[in-house]
Protein backbone atom coordinates (compact mmCIF):
# COMPACT_ATOMS: atom_id res chain seq x y z
CA UNK A 1 0.00 0.00 0.00
CA UNK A 2 1.15 4.05 -0.65
CA UNK A 3 3.53 4.48 2.43
CA UNK A 4 4.17 8.63 2.89
CA UNK A 5 6.90 9.17 5.31
CA UNK A 6 7.33 12.92 6.14
CA UNK A 7 10.35 14.46 8.15
CA UNK A 8 12.39 17.11 8.37
CA UNK A 9 10.13 19.49 11.08
CA UNK A 10 10.87 20.88 14.07
CA UNK A 11 11.36 24.16 16.50
CA UNK A 12 13.15 27.53 14.49
CA UNK A 13 12.96 31.11 15.41
CA UNK A 14 11.09 33.36 13.24
CA UNK A 15 12.93 34.27 10.33
CA UNK A 16 14.95 30.80 10.12
CA UNK A 17 14.39 27.81 7.78
CA UNK A 18 13.28 24.47 7.52
CA UNK A 19 13.23 21.06 5.05
CA UNK A 20 10.86 19.02 5.16
CA UNK A 21 10.81 15.84 3.18
CA UNK A 22 8.10 13.41 2.68
CA UNK A 23 9.58 9.77 1.56
CA UNK A 24 6.67 7.85 -0.38
CA UNK A 25 6.87 4.04 -1.45
CA UNK A 26 3.80 2.08 -2.75
CA UNK A 27 3.13 4.23 -5.92
CA UNK A 28 4.27 5.11 -9.08
CA UNK A 29 5.99 8.15 -8.09
CA UNK A 30 6.96 9.62 -11.58
CA UNK A 31 3.00 9.66 -12.38
CA UNK A 32 1.77 11.23 -9.04
CA UNK A 33 0.88 15.04 -8.10
CA UNK A 34 2.36 15.66 -4.66
CA UNK A 35 0.79 18.21 -2.04
CA UNK A 36 1.78 19.71 1.24
CA UNK A 37 -0.84 20.99 3.58
CA UNK A 38 -0.66 21.91 7.06
CA UNK A 39 -3.03 22.30 10.24
CA UNK A 40 -3.38 23.65 13.61
CA UNK A 41 -5.60 22.53 16.66
CA UNK A 42 -9.19 23.88 15.91
CA UNK A 43 -8.84 24.74 12.01
CA UNK A 44 -9.40 23.24 8.87
CA UNK A 45 -6.12 21.35 7.17
CA UNK A 46 -4.97 24.48 4.33
CA UNK A 47 -3.28 23.68 1.20
CA UNK A 48 0.37 25.02 1.50
CA UNK A 49 1.87 23.89 -2.04
CA UNK A 50 1.49 21.56 -4.78
CA UNK A 51 3.93 20.04 -7.75
CA UNK A 52 3.19 18.07 -11.06
CA UNK A 53 4.64 14.41 -11.69
CA UNK A 54 7.44 16.16 -13.32
CA UNK A 55 8.13 18.96 -11.24
CA UNK A 56 7.03 21.28 -13.74
CA UNK A 57 4.36 22.60 -12.31
CA UNK A 58 4.06 24.38 -9.17
CA UNK A 59 1.10 25.97 -7.04
CA UNK A 60 1.66 27.69 -3.89
CA UNK A 61 -0.90 29.14 -1.10
CA UNK A 62 -0.70 33.06 -0.67
CA UNK A 63 0.82 33.17 2.63
CA UNK A 64 3.91 31.26 1.43
CA UNK A 65 4.62 32.33 -1.89
CA UNK A 66 8.15 34.04 -1.78
CA UNK A 67 9.36 31.74 1.09
CA UNK A 68 8.66 28.20 1.00
CA UNK A 69 9.42 26.00 -2.26
CA UNK A 70 8.21 22.66 -3.18
CA UNK A 71 10.25 19.99 -5.11
CA UNK A 72 11.01 16.84 -6.28
CA UNK A 73 13.70 13.66 -6.71
CA UNK A 74 11.31 11.06 -8.60
CA UNK A 75 14.85 9.20 -8.63
CA UNK A 76 14.15 8.84 -4.78
CA UNK A 77 10.38 9.18 -4.66
CA UNK A 78 10.36 12.04 -2.41
CA UNK A 79 9.22 15.34 -2.28
CA UNK A 80 10.26 18.37 -0.37
CA UNK A 81 9.15 21.95 0.90
CA UNK A 82 11.90 24.04 1.66
CA UNK A 83 10.56 26.64 3.92
CA UNK A 84 12.42 30.10 4.62
CA UNK A 85 11.40 33.49 6.27
CA UNK A 86 9.23 31.01 8.64
CA UNK A 87 6.64 33.05 10.74
CA UNK A 88 4.95 31.89 14.07
CA UNK A 89 2.02 31.97 12.22
CA UNK A 90 3.86 28.78 9.94
CA UNK A 91 3.38 26.73 13.39
CA UNK A 92 1.47 24.20 12.27
CA UNK A 93 1.60 19.86 11.55
CA UNK A 94 2.58 19.69 8.31
CA UNK A 95 1.02 16.73 5.96
CA UNK A 96 2.43 15.49 2.97
CA UNK A 97 -0.07 13.66 0.03
CA UNK A 98 -0.21 12.48 -3.21
CA UNK A 99 -2.45 12.08 -5.84
CA UNK A 100 -3.08 9.33 -8.16
CA UNK A 101 -2.74 11.71 -11.42
CA UNK A 102 -0.49 13.54 -12.60
CA UNK A 103 -1.80 17.19 -12.70
CA UNK A 104 -0.82 19.17 -9.30
CA UNK A 105 -4.47 20.19 -7.16
CA UNK A 106 -5.02 22.86 -4.25
CA UNK A 107 -8.08 20.92 -2.56
CA UNK A 108 -7.47 18.30 -0.44
CA UNK A 109 -10.50 16.14 -1.49
CA UNK A 110 -8.14 15.36 -4.67
CA UNK A 111 -5.47 13.28 -2.71
CA UNK A 112 -5.99 9.68 -2.58
CA UNK A 113 -2.92 9.04 0.32
CA UNK A 114 -1.71 11.23 3.10
CA UNK A 115 1.57 10.96 5.47
CA UNK A 116 1.04 11.18 9.36
CA UNK A 117 2.69 14.49 9.14
CA UNK A 118 5.58 16.46 11.06
CA UNK A 119 5.23 19.55 13.15
CA UNK A 120 6.74 22.64 12.75
CA UNK A 121 7.25 25.16 15.32
CA UNK A 122 8.24 28.63 14.79
CA UNK A 123 8.74 30.45 17.81
CA UNK A 124 9.06 34.31 17.86
Known amino acids: QVQLVESGGGLVQAGGSLRLSCAASGLTFGATAMGWFRQTPGKEREFVAA????????YYADSVKGRFTISRDNAKNTVFLQMNSLKPEDTAVYYC?????????????????WGRGTQVTVSS
Open 51 to 58: ISNGGVIT
Open 97 to 113: AARRMPIAARTQQSYDS
